[in-house]
């Protein structure tokens, strides 16, 4: 039996933050909506203040298109991760059309957040702390 693929047209971008990922595929659509993971924006992100950081990068570049908004994310924690989709968001809207990337640029949506949690070393309680020292 031969596969169906579909046919829709759509922009693909990764956008990251700290240690969470987010792989992001925008389709032309007649209005924005998104869907993370399987779930719609509001289930996924509770809170009005991750809805904002995640629909950031549309309202910053307001472009001539609507789009749907299909998202995989990983890794990381809820705030890092609606801040990767924002990333990922701003990086296919550059692909999309690259008269966007100044207004993105300038909000500093384009910009990874590269800080991770530093690694344990041996010998310490943590990836700095040691051990308490005893004069005897």
């Given amino acids: 039996m031969a596969e169906k693929k579909s046919t829709k047209e759509y922009i693909r971008a990764v956008g990251r933050r700290k240690t969470a990922t987010a792989i992001v595929k925008l389709v032309k659509a007649s209005k924005n909506t998104y869907t993370i993971n399987g779930k719609e924006l509001a289930v996924y992100f509770p809170t009005i203040e991750l809805r904002k950081i995640v629909s950031g990068a549309f309202e910053e570049a307001n472009p001539s ?41 300038k909000a500093k949506m384009l910009k990874r957040d590269p800080r991770m949690v530093e690694r344990k070393k041996f010998g310490l309680k943590k990836a700095r702390k040691s051990p308490q020292w005893s004069k005897r």
């Fill in 65 to 105: 298109e609507k789009f749907e908004v299909i998202v995989t994310a990983k890794g990381g924690g809820i705030h890092a991760q609606a801040e990767a989709v924002r990333h990922g968001i701003s990086r296919a809207l550059v692909v999309f059309d690259a008269e966007l990337r100044a207004p993105l640029k």
